[in-house]
């Protein structure tokens, strides 16, 4: 079975100092992978995807994730954290082979930003 | 574009109560989803469909309902609300391809209470 994990709940940095939010995977399947950033009171909005291509994933925003099979893991980084980063973000698996469209979700990490 | 909308953004309802949820999306989508948050869950989905006609369920689907007669359109039903389905609901939608090769769109969220 598909499953993520978010290893921490809330991350909090000052601004312009890095970013990392980190992800682990599990999948019987070469999956597919997704960073989503929520901000208040909103709906989601793809940042980066996954998709067996390149291991280094670039996204908008400055952010970029890395696929790391041995360690099945998926973190998130941005080099210089700005205010308007501050949301949640979740980390996502597709939940089966081919083009179901079925994501799973991790629990969600809360990113603070202070200034 | 308006992308995918929702009504209402919110709604309070008694025990017992029946409702639907709407959702329409204006980018030709032909998969779309009904997906619940619950504070440090994750998104969780309900319901999802390939296409007009066809709709399948997902991880939580007791006490909804679903119909799919257009492209656009995509309600949620809740029968006899119960306070377990207190939550942030949201509709997506994405390309025909399905997840693994695009992006969902999200929706800015329906927050039911059940009282």
């Known amino acids: 079975a598909q499953s993520v994990t978010q290893l921490d709940s809330h991350v909090s940095v000052s601004e312009g100092t890095p970013v990392l939010l980190r992800c682990n995977y599990s999948s019987s399947y070469s999956p597919s992978l997704f960073w989503y950033v929520q901000h208040p009171n909103k709906g989601l909005q793809l940042l980066l995807k996954y998709t067996s291509a390149a291991t280094l994933v670039k996204g908008i925003n400055g952010f970029e994730a890395e696929f790391k099979k041995s360690e099945t893991s998926f973190h998130l980084t941005k080099p210089s954290a700005h205010m308007s980063d501050a949301a949640e973000y979740f980390c996502?698996?597709?939940?089966?082979?081919?083009?179901?469209?079925?994501?799973?979700f991790g629990q969600g990490t809360t990113l603070q930003v202070k200034p | 574009n308006a992308g995918v909308t929702q009504t209402p953004k919110f709604r309070i309802l008694k025990i017992g109560q029946s409702m639907t949820l709407q959702c329409a999306q204006d980018m030709n989508h032909n998969y779309m989803y009904w997906y619940r948050q619950d504070p440090g869950m994750g998104l969780k989905l309900i319901y999802y469909s390939v296409g007009a006609g066809i709709t399948d369920k997902g991880e939580v689907p007791n006490g909804y309902n679903v119909s799919r007669s257009t492209t656009e359109d995509f309600p949620l039903r809740l029968e006899l609300a119960a306070p377990s389905q207190t939550s942030v609901y949201f509709c997506?939608?994405?390309?025909?391809?399905?997840?693994?090769?695009?992006?969902?769109?999200f929706g800015e969220g329906s927050r039911l209470t059940v009282l």
């Open positions: 996502v698996v597709s939940a089966s082979a081919g083009n179901t469209g079925k994501l799973i």
């Open positions: 997506a939608s994405s390309y025909p391809q399905g997840v693994g090769a695009g992006e969902l769109f």
